[in-house]
C-alpha cells in the first residue's frame, strides 16, 4: 500500500487563517508554487521575456534614432534643391 504524503500547510499573508479571509483557490496556488516548485520556472520564464522585452525596446530606439536622422539628412537635401 503507497502512503501518501502530505503536503505542508503554508500559512502566510494570502492563507485563510491568517484574518485577511482571502484562502480558499489563491491560497492553494500559492501553496502549490513553493510546494512543487513550477513558480521558479515561471520565474524564469518572465524573467527572459522582460530582458528579451528590453532589448527589442532598445534595438527599436536606436534603429528608429538612425532613420530618423536618414530621413532628415534626404529632407534637407530635397528642400536645398528646391531652393536652387
Do not use: C, H, W
Amino acid at each position: 500500500m503507497a502512503v501518501r504524503r502530505r503536503r505542508p500547510r503554508i500559512v502566510g499573508a494570502f492563507s485563510s487563517s491568517s484574518g485577511i479571509g482571502i484562502g480558499g483557490r489563491l491560497d492553494k496556488l500559492i501553496q502549490r508554487f513553493i510546494v512543487e516548485g513550477i513558480g521558479a520556472t515561471k520565474a524564469e520564464y518572465a524573467l527572459l521575456a522582460v530582458l528579451i522585452a528590453v532589448a527589442v525596446i532598445g534595438a527599436a530606439t536606436l534603429f528608429g534614432t538612425t532613420v530618423n536622422s536618414k530621413f532628415e539628412d534626404q529632407a534637407a537635401a530635397v528642400a536645398k534643391a528646391g531652393a536652387t
